[in-house]
């Protein structure tokens, strides 16, 4: 790639990510300023500058460590939930309630914070005699007024937005007045989601990724041992009439509520450790101006995708009873590996292609674009291939525990093999928007939003139309995947409008290998786990699945590692290196 004319090629991952004018002092949970590794392509000529790939590999790596975890420890809290209230109207009211402060948070200004505030707030840095600490302090105050005043005017709806997504209840398959009950319990997150996510911006600004990246552990292990007290707690929520008084529904509502109030405090500490010091600072800075108008779009953007949620509510509860809950434990496990991986390489990446993008520097931006795509590929592909062909025995397995055995467990692992499809589209669809918002363009992804909504709700409208009420949830699944497969398409085509080349066929040669690999190794251990059934037909169902499961999961992924080396997959090498570093 041809060098930018007065711009020395960048030859440390320190050299691309610190802001302008500031000291060089590594931070304690920055990426290392070592060389530099580069991922070649196929047939591509020696002499081709670093492409950055291990620096993304070393920054990405802490953070995918503490992801795991989180992960790990949030779908324990999961598997907890249902163990504890089954696939079941209570659980469905509890889980659309929980959702509620996040829905709220994004919609007034979860996206602000993510998308738009890294950017301006590394300008501020960059630009700033202070280093932008008088920004910060000025932001943090009017962001918190304004989720204080956002968290009491959501708890004074609460009645309207349970009804809005979970209608009127009257097919019994929904309890509006319970879902309402726990969202006055819930609704006070939106405060503390919201300064946690500012304060993770600040730190991830400054290349302090941990603190951000950790705190969810102590929120779910704060859930945990709620859910433990629930447990110990006599009696059952009482569902009709709904009693706000009910002992169960204080301890699981307030219980959950705390967990987040932890995952935000926990971060203050760090913020004195990166030398910021807080004091209320009123008035406005013409900065946020700028922020304002790209935080319009942003509302936009998640008004347009609560249309399809809503929309996927209704049908789910109106379809069977728990299918609200499979619909969203599906989900999650998706997101387990997206989470680890994707949301590792999107930290990483994003404040490096807002600097690139702030000096002008598209060259830089297009290859952290492509980098981004083929790990994501490299990483993503294959557990997708292997959740298609075991999702079924990883329900059985992972939630067949108390009140979740039987056929929730089953059909929620084939919520997850209809969907699974959608985990590469959706990391990809999230690097695309970054890579605009990097640009401070809020505008693109918005309609790139309103394409994929487009295309999901009339599916989702279709589900209950050509499938029977217990498989209505496979459908949902299914069209949201879709969704981000058209996502994904849309925005490739719109990045090459605005950016020149792309570099999108050696993500299309990446993706076809991987594929391939990932296919045949996944189909290869399904056989294989079909032969071994008669072996253990006699086992208990949760033992049987937990061997098919694990066994094919040890088959499937070495034999993906072994396609892609054969097929030379470049990419892989970074990885191979840093572990082997490690």
Excluded: H
């Excluded at 200004?109 to 707030?121: A, D, E, K, N």
């Excluded at 291939?385 to 089953?410: C, K, Q």
């Excluded at 605005?498 to 066929?505: E, F, I, Q, T």
Aim: hydrophobic fraction near 50%; glycine fraction near 10%.
């Amino acid at each position: 790639m041809p060098e930018r004319a007065g711009r020395a090629p960048a030859e440390s991952a320190e050299e691309v990510t610190r802001p302008v004018g500031r000291p060089v002092t590594p931070p304690d949970d920055g990426p290392p300023t070592t060389p530099i590794e580069r991922v070649p392509d196929a047939g591509e000529p020696e002499g081709r500058p670093s492409e950055n790939a291990g620096s993304l590999v070393r920054s990405s790596g802490m953070m995918a460590i503490a992801s795991l975890i989180s992960r790990l420890t949030g779908f324990l809290r999961n598997l907890a939930i249902v163990a504890v209230l089954g696939f079941a109207v209570v659980n469905d009211s509890y889980t659309v309630s929980n959702t509620l402060p996040n829905i709220v948070y994004e919609l007034l200004l979860g996206g602000v914070l993510t998308s738009v505030m890294i950017p301006v707030l590394v300008r501020a840095q960059a630009e700033d005699p202070d280093g932008g600490e008088q920004f910060t302090r000025r932001l943090l105050t009017v962001v918190g007024a304004a989720l204080l005043l956002a968290t009491l005017l959501a708890m004074i709806a609460a009645p309207l937005l349970t009804q809005l997504y979970l209608g009127s209840g009257d097919g019994g398959e929904a309890n509006p007045a319970l879902a309402t009950a726990f969202a006055w319990l819930l609704l006070p997150q939106i405060f503390f989601y919201g300064i946690g996510a500012l304060l993770g911006a600040i730190l991830n600004s400054k290349q302090m990724f941990g603190p951000f990246a950790w705190a969810p552990v102590l929120n779910n292990v704060v859930v945990l041992g709620v859910l433990a007290v629930y447990a110990l707690v006599p009696g059952e929520i009482s569902a009709d009439p709904v009693r706000m008084g009910d002992p169960k529904l204080l301890v699981l509502g307030l219980g959950t509520t705390l967990g987040i109030v932890v995952q935000a405090a926990v971060l203050v500490p760090f913020m004195r450790r990166v030398g910021f010091r807080y004091r209320p600072v009123w008035g406005w800075d013409p900065r946020l101006s700028l922020a304002g108008g790209m935080a319009l779009w942003i509302i936009g953007y998640v008004l347009v995708g609560q249309a399809g949620y809503i929309v996927t509510t209704r049908v789910a509860a109106a379809a069977d009873g728990g299918s609200f809950t499979t619909y969203m434990n599906a989900w999650l496990l998706l997101q387990v590996p997206y989470g680890v991986l994707g949301v590792s390489l999107l930290t990483a990446l994003m404040p490096r292609m807002s600097r690139a993008a702030a000096q002008g520097d598209t060259d830089q931006v297009v290859t952290d674009l492509s980098l981004g795509a083929r790990l994501s590929v490299v990483g993503l592909v294959p557990i997708a291939a292997v959740m298609t062909a075991f999702g079924g025995a990883l329900g059985t397995a992972l939630f067949s525990v108390g009140a979740g055995s039987g056929e929730g467990a089953a059909r929620l692992g084939e919520t997850v093999a209809w969907s699974a499809f959608g985990l590469l589209p959706y990391s990809v669809t999230m690097l695309q928007m970054r890579v605009f918002y990097a640009m401070t363009d809020s505008r693109t992804p918005t309609m790139i939003q309103v394409v994929m909504v487009g295309v999901k709700i009339p599916l989702l409208l279709a589900c209950p139309l050509l499938l029977p009420p217990g498989q209505v949830v496979l459908g949902l699944a299914a069209a949201n995947s879709l969704s981000f497969v058209g996502g994904a398409l849309i925005g490739q085509w719109l990045l090459r409008r605005r950016l020149g080349r792309v570099r999108s066929v050696e993500v299309l040669r990446c993706l076809l290998k991987v594929t391939l690999a990932s296919a045949v190794a996944a189909a290869a251990a399904w056989g294989l786990t079909r032969l071994a059934e008669p072996a253990i037909a006699d086992w208990p169902v949760v033992a049987q699945a937990w061997t098919l499961l694990v066994g094919g999961t040890l088959v499937a992924l070495p034999l993906a590692v072994a396609g892609m080396r054969l097929l030379k997959v470049a990419e892989l090498d970074a990885v191979f290196r840093r572990l082997a570093r490690r």
